[in-house]
Each structure stands twice: as structure tokens, then as C-alpha cells.
């Protein structure tokens, strides 16, 4: 099944998506959040199937991150032999982990803003997994694949010297700027598609940047849930970021984006993003 949220920030209305046409899901359910993966897919085929929703037309409506609330956003750094070369690092043994915080999360269109004084904010096309029920201490390939609840895309913005200049040793700091995961359009539920041979691409002003497959990750999404769940307990709803291939601004190939630039994201079967950015002023109050 294939999920979107439209409608102002914050303000949402979950729908699905059949064959094209949207539907809304106010009413089943209260959103596609944490409490969503007890029931709610199946609430929401159920409704499909009875031909008990209303269309919606999304044309003018914006095009909201296609999960909401999560408690945790984890990622996995250098997860693709190509970028930890161009990186300058040896593919790593076990899966690199970091934290974004979850203001970071944001809609596939909205503008990103880069922080004031900064010189170094990059783009990073990935696969994220969405985590649908409680998953700890798992032992198998097959007991991870059923705590994954879906995939989207999202674009892991960096400020690189945060990342790696003033970071004290950790990444985060780099990671963690609002707006910096825009995600979507569409989520997509795991029995709906295969994560193991997905093209991902990206483009900077029009610019080809990024192109690669899910092939060439080092360690694919059931390794990575596995993994995790020997340090954390996975929660429903929580979002891991799986690693961007190759062609990133950090390889020093390309410029550091720069306002007025327009980054574009694409993951087969899982839609395309598109963020203008914009300057970000010292003292300037949240948004």
C-alpha cells in the first residue's frame, strides 16, 4: 500500500493512494504516527476495500513527510563501499550509527535552510526503513524483514564542517539542523516493494549527482534492523536512515549547496523530492 500526508504543516490528513486516485483516511485513523502500525494499515485496506473514503484531489495542497511523530531517527553512516572511499574511509565492519533529532523531519517540496555562516551543507539521497512494531534483540534476517513497517526517501542534509570540523568526535552535530530530513512523497509498506535493487539518484540545479543502487549498500535493511536491535529498542514509527551512495558535495567533486539552490531526490518506486534552499539568518527566530 502507498501512504502520503497532505495539508499544512502540522496540519496533515493521512491518505492512501490506489491506482492513483487519494483518498482520505481522516476518520479511520488519526494519522500515520507511532500509533499507526497497531491496526492501521489494515484499517485503511479495509476502508479501500469497502469503498468507504473520499476522494481527494492533492492538486494545490502541499505535500506533508509521510510519517509523523517519530521517536527516533537513526542512520547509518558510510553504508555504501563508493562514498566511505570518496569519504576517505575504509568500508566499515559493523554499521556506523548516528542520531537525528526529530524536528529535522519535513515535507519532500519544503525549503531547507542553511544555517548562518555555513559553507559546507551537502545533500544525501537514502533509503529510510520505517519500523512497524517493537523490535529488540532480534536473531534472524526474517524476524527483522517483519518489524519493517515501510520505506520512503529522504535526504540526509549535512553540514559537513559541524559533522566532522567541530563535532568532538561524533556526527551529529552536523546532522541535527531543522528541516535537515526532508522525506517523501509516498510511504510505501514493506509487503509493497523490494528494498534490495533500488535506484537512487540525485541532481543539484539540474546537475546529475548521485546514481546508484540499493545493490551496492554493505549492509541491506534487514542487516541493519538486526543490528540495531542488539543496542535499542526499535519503536513503530521510528525512521533509519540507511546511507547514500557515492556523488556527494563532501567527495569534493561539486560545490556545497548554496541559497537559491534547488536539490532533487529520486528513489524508484518511492517518488521524488525537490528543496530550494535558502539563507538562514544569524538570530533569526525558530520556524
Excluded at 31 to 36: E, L
Excluded at 154 to 162: A, F, I, K, L, Q
Amino acid at each position: 500500500m502507498e501512504f502520503m500526508r497532505l495539508g499544512p504543516k502540522g496540519q496533515e490528513t493521512p491518505v492512501v493512494v490506489d491506482s492513483g486516485v487519494h483518498y482520505s483516511l481522516r476518520g479511520v485513523i488519526a494519522d500515520i504516527d507511532p500509533g499507526f502500525w497497531s491496526g492501521g494499515p489494515a484499517l485503511a485496506a479495509e476502508a479501500l476495500a469497502a469503498k468507504a473514503l473520499p476522494e481527494v484531489d492533492p492538486a494545490g495542497l502541499r505535500i506533508g513527510a509521510p510519517v509523523a511523530r517519530p521517536s527516533a531517527i537513526i542512520c547509518i553512516g558510510q553504508n555504501y563501499a563508493a562514498h566511505a572511499a570518496e569519504s576517505g574511509a575504509e568500508p566499515p565492519r559493523q554499521p556506523i550509527v548516528f542520531l537525528k533529532t526529530p524536528n529535522t523531519l519535513t515535507g519532500p517540496y519544503d525549503a531547507v535552510g542553511i544555517p548562518p555562516g555555513s559553507e559546507k551543507t551537502d545533500w544525501e539521497v537514502e533509503l529510510a526503513i520505517v519500523i512497524g512494531k517493537p523490535a529488540a534483540y532480534l536473531q534472524s534476517a526474517e524476524e527483522a524483514a517483519e518489524a519493517i513497517g515501510g520505506y520512503m526517501t529522504v535526504n540526509d542534509v549535512s553540514e559537513r564542517s559541524y559533522q566532522l570540523e567541530v563535532s568532538g568526535g561524533q556526527w551529529s552535530k552536523g546532522k541535527c539542523v531543522k528541516d535537515f530530513l526532508p522525506a517523501g512523497p509516498v510511504l510505501r509498506t514493506a509487503g509493497s516493494i523490494d528494498p534490495s535493487n533500488l535506484r537512487l539518484r540525485s541532481w543539484v540545479n539540474g546537475e546529475p549527482r548521485q546514481d546508484s543502487t540499493t545493490r551496492d549498500m554493505i549492509f541491506s535493511a534487514t542487516d541493519i534492523v538486526r543490528d540495531l536491535s542488539q543496542y535499542m529498542q526499535l519503536e513503530p514509527g521510528d525512521i533509519i536512515c540507511t546511507g547514500t551512495p557515492e556523488g556527494v558535495a563532501l567527495s569534493g567533486r561539486f560545490p556545497y549547496l548554496r541559497p537559491g539552490d534547488i536539490a532533487e531526490l529520486e528513489i524508484d518506486q518511492l517518488g521524488r523530492q525537490r528543496q530550494e534552499y535558502f539563507q538562514v539568518e544569524a538570530g533569526g527566530q525558530p520556524g
